[in-house]
């Protein structure tokens, strides 16, 4: 579960840099012919199943983006898990949740090397993390209509969410301590780095390790599915207008849907709540209240679907989302002031949620 929540920083800080593919790519889709254009969007390193991949814009004349090009910078042999995963989504007829369309793959052959490249539709709208983002310098009654805003991107994205669980969920075959050995992992790495960074982040090694014996200790039980795997604010945009909710970067709810037995859903669940949580706090400024409007719209939208996940496993999965971060996030290394000031943040606050004895209840 880590490998997710280590793409977090990745996908939030992207900057620009010449690509020697742009032309190529142009012709490969044939971009003039339907007087597109392409520009960059990311830097080398947005990663996809285990790679790294470049992201491209296909615009029309009035600047307008189309569609998305993605090209992988490894040789898939079959389609890539993303399409794969697509296209089946797709097969489901899911009512709210939604994702691109694939429009084409191609290979493109440089320098003795293939890169796989997928052409997507744009999403409609803009991410959570964007409209979070926004309402940060907003007061007053404009404050008041982007907090609506988000509130119902919210509500929709939960119901999304829900639908996707719900739909594929097999409650007869539960999973019992789910994801034990990632859950173990994440565990053991926790204690290590408070061995080390713990005087750092003002948390004990002998209560983090009475917690971290607590939590191995418990039989937790989820009810597998099919999951997005990485369902942060940043991969889930929100159309207003339509009230459309489009999740992306799709490469990791694959093992998910080839898994006999699925995913652990309510660590999905987890993950999309308290990463809108964080965010609206750290990136959006905003207030006690308004955060738990925002948290309160995802919630009901998602129990619509999903009325009943068990309570000590939600709290597990709390415990465990925090954990996670400070093992990401508490030796962050980058040249960019912003993302290592949030790296920052992230650990700060989620050291002080572990220090909440409410947030932890079992």
Known sequence: MNKFIS???????????ASPYLSEIAHLFECPEYNLTLEEYTHEGD???????????????????????????????????????????????????????????????????????????????????????????????ERLIHLKILQEGAFESGKALGELHKKTSRHKNQ???????????????????????????????????HLVEHLKGLDIVDIPGIIHGDPHIGNILYDSSTRQVTFIDLHNMSPSMRAKRGGP??????????????????????????????????????????????????????????????????DFQTKNAEAKRLADNLVTYAAEKLRLSNVLVF
Do not use: W
Not at 315 to 322: G, S
């Open 7 to 17: 793409l977090f920083i990745v996908l939030f800080f992207c900057s620009g840099f």
């Open 47 to 141: 990663l996809v199943e285990g790679q790294s991949a470049d992201i491209f814009f296909m615009k029309d004349e009035d600047e307008e983006i189309v569609s998305v090009v993605k090209m992988l910078r490894h040789t898939c042999l079959v389609e890539p898990r993303e399409v794969q995963t697509m296209r089946a989504i797709k097969r489901h007829k899911f009512t709210h949740f939604k994702t691109p369309e694939v429009l084409d793959v191609k290979r493109l052959e440089e320098s003795g090397a293939t890169h796989t490249l997928v052409a997507m539709s744009k999403a409609p709208g803009q991410t959570l993390n964007t409209l979070v983002k926004q309402i940060a310098p907003l007061k007053g009654d």
């Open 175 to 209: 999973i019992a301590s789910a994801y034990r050995e990632s859950s173990s992992f994440i565990l053991d790495h926790y204690l290590d780095t408070i061995r080390r960074f713990g005087r750092r982040i003002k948390l004990g090694y002998f209560q983090s390790k």
């Open 265 to 330: 859903i309510a660590y999905d669940y987890v993950c999309a709540l308290l990463y809108l949580e964080e965010l609206s706090y750290l990136s959006g400024k905003m207030s006690e209240a308004e955060v738990n409007s925002i948290v309160d719209n995802f919630k009901s939208g998602y129990r619509l679907q999903m009325p009943n996940l068990p309570p000590q496993t939600i709290a597990f999965y709390t415990a465990l989302f925090y954990m996670d971060q400070i093992n990401c996030f508490v």
